[in-house]
């Protein structure tokens, strides 16, 4: 790139589904961002009329059923033509700062595939949304006080160096919801490519915040039963069948465990997402890998 990378050089992916309550949030930092690309995954509330009225230069992709997180930031990605693609959850707070910042970070580090920043949580305290690779081993020590290689970063917000991502592949449609990311990730640092955290670089992450619609005790099932899910498909996957058989029921056992007390002190959001964490172990079963 000849020029310094600016916002011209970015499409923002973002990918909904009943957000409408965070488009607000989101509309003021994509304001000066010409590229945006709003993926929808069937909402049933004011998510399209929301992003129609306060992002009105988005291009807005219309799923007619919800095809899933990694599935949805696909469609989007294989249609980005510019040199950078942010993914952003709407749940997210982004400034414009944020965004010149990782934008400096890929300038210095032009082999880099993914570029994070540092999430700050509803409170404003610093999230350690990065490690090192789990399947190598567990990460300890304080948190990174410059730009620095890591193993995984969260996919809540991440800066995509596209010419690098299209050589190792985008996300792994096996995946619902949940480790879609940490599967990218492995799969990024196994092409001997670089994740760099640019912790100088901090994005406001409201978490869980992206989803309500009109059957909240409903969402809370889907995600219990999905990080299950995908929580042995990446054993399956990374690992070997003996381990995940043994995850498996170790998890389903500590779940019917959890059962008792949870309907004896009943929290109606606890109790869905943990009936789906049961109802996901118990249904499983490891489908064929279709990295994109």
């Known amino acids: 790139m000849k020029h310094p990378p600016r916002a011209s050089d970015v499409t923002v992916v973002i990918v909904t589904y009943n957000s409408a309550h965070c488009i607000a949030g989101l509309a003021p930092g994509l304001a000066s961002m010409p590229h945006v690309t709003v993926v929808d995954n069937a909402s049933n509330d004011d998510t399209v009329a929301e992003v129609e009225r306060l992002i009105p230069q988005a291009k807005l992709v219309r799923n007619p059923r919800n095809l899933g997180f990694g599935a949805a930031n696909n469609l989007a990605l294989r249609e980005v033509t510019t040199p950078f693609a942010l993914l952003l959850n709407p749940d997210c707070l982004p400034e414009h700062a944020a965004l010149a910042g ?165 929290a109606p959001r606890h109790l869905a997402r943990l009936l789906g964490r049961i109802w996901g172990l118990c249904v499983f079963k490891r489908a064929p890998s279709r990295n994109a």
């Open 102 to 266: 990782l934008l400096e970070t890929a300038q210095r580090f032009p082999e880099a595939a993914i570029i994070a920043p540092h999430l700050l949580g509803r409170s404003g305290k610093l999230e350690l949304n990065y490690r090192w690779s789990g399947l190598h081993w567990t990460s300890r020590g304080p948190a990174a006080e410059g730009p620095c290689c890591v193993g995984f970063a969260c996919g809540a917000v991440m800066l995509f160096n596209m010419e690098v991502m299209r050589e190792v592949g985008l996300f792994d449609e096996d995946f619902f919801l949940y480790y879609e990311d940490e599967d990218l990730c492995h799969r990024v640092l196994a092409a001997r490519r670089q994740i760099i955290v640019a912790p100088h670089v901090t994005v406001q992450h409201l978490s869980r915040g992206s989803v309500r619609g009109n059957s909240p005790l409903r969402a809370e099932f889907l995600r219990g039963f999905h990080h299950a899910q995908s929580k042995l498909i990446f054993t399956a996957k990374h690992r070997n069948a003996g381990r995940t058989a043994r995850l498996r029921w170790k998890t389903l056992a500590l779940a019917l465990a959890t059962l008792p007390p949870r309907l004896l002190v009943p």
